[in-house]
């Protein structure tokens, strides 16, 4: 997907980050604003988050509406509650599964198989885009504490290299 996205801003590399930032945080565009959901976000607050001038989020903004592809993806854009920090709060396990390749199918699959034999619920899946993200992660928050003899079983599964439970 960025691959495809990246190349409206190929002369802009200042640009290009701003958009990026967009799309990792779902972040969209609505006339000539920034929102996270409903809540307007200031092109200042942005420009500091993205680690730019203010002039570049209203230049990225003006690049994206005058792009009717662009335009339509970026004013679909919805954030995402992410409970993997929360979990423990609330008594849930979060585990973190690196895969051995992320564009293999069938990870998530393997790894649900194996919390659904131990009678596990999983209240959240979130995957980290291989195309925008350099390491991407599998993030699931269990409804309960994953027991240490279950860890061992994820490991095992088909495309993971790695398993952290938080």
Same mark, same amino acid.
């Given at each position: 997907?960025?691959?495809?996205? *990246?190349?409206?801003?190929?002369?802009?590399?200042?640009?290009?980050?701003?958009?990026?930032?967009?799309?990792?945080?779902?972040?969209?565009?609505?006339?000539? +604003?920034?929102?996270?959901?409903?809540?307007?976000?200031?092109?200042?607050?942005?420009? +500091?988050? *993205?680690?730019?001038?203010? =002039?570049?989020?209203?230049?990225?903004?003006?690049?994206?509406?005058?792009?009717?592809?662009?335009?339509?993806?970026?004013?679909?854009?919805?954030?995402?509650?992410?409970?993997?920090?929360? *979990?423990?709060?609330?008594?849930?396990?979060?585990?973190?599964?690196?895969?051995?390749?992320?564009?293999?199918?069938?990870?998530?699959?393997?790894?649900?198989?194996?919390?659904?034999?131990?009678?596990?619920?999983?209240?959240?899946?979130?995957?980290?885009?291989?195309?925008?993200?350099?390491?991407?992660?599998?993030?699931?928050?269990?409804?309960?504490?994953?027991?240490?003899?279950?860890?061992?079983?994820?490991?095992? *599964?088909?495309?993971? =290299?790695?398993?952290?439970?938080?």
């Amino acid at each position: 997907m960025w691959d495809k996205i *990246a190349n409206y801003f190929e002369k802009y590399p200042s640009q290009a980050k701003v958009a990026r930032y967009l799309l990792k945080y779902g972040l969209r565009i609505d006339r000539n +604003r920034v929102y996270c959901g409903d809540v307007q976000i200031a092109d200042s607050a942005l420009a +500091r988050a *993205a680690g730019v001038d203010r =002039r570049v989020v209203k230049s990225t903004v003006e690049t994206i509406k005058g792009d009717p592809t662009l335009q339509k993806f970026f004013s679909q854009l919805l954030p995402t509650n992410h409970l993997k920090n929360a *979990a423990s709060a609330m008594g849930w396990s979060s585990i973190e599964i690196v895969p051995m390749n992320a564009h293999e199918p069938g990870i998530i699959s393997g790894v649900a198989e194996i919390l659904m034999r131990s009678n596990i619920s999983i209240r959240q899946a979130i995957v980290d885009d291989p195309m925008t993200s350099e390491e991407p992660r599998l993030f699931i928050v269990t409804d309960s504490m994953v027991p240490s003899e279950v860890i061992p079983l994820i490991r095992q *599964a088909k495309g993971v =290299r790695g398993v952290t439970i938080y």
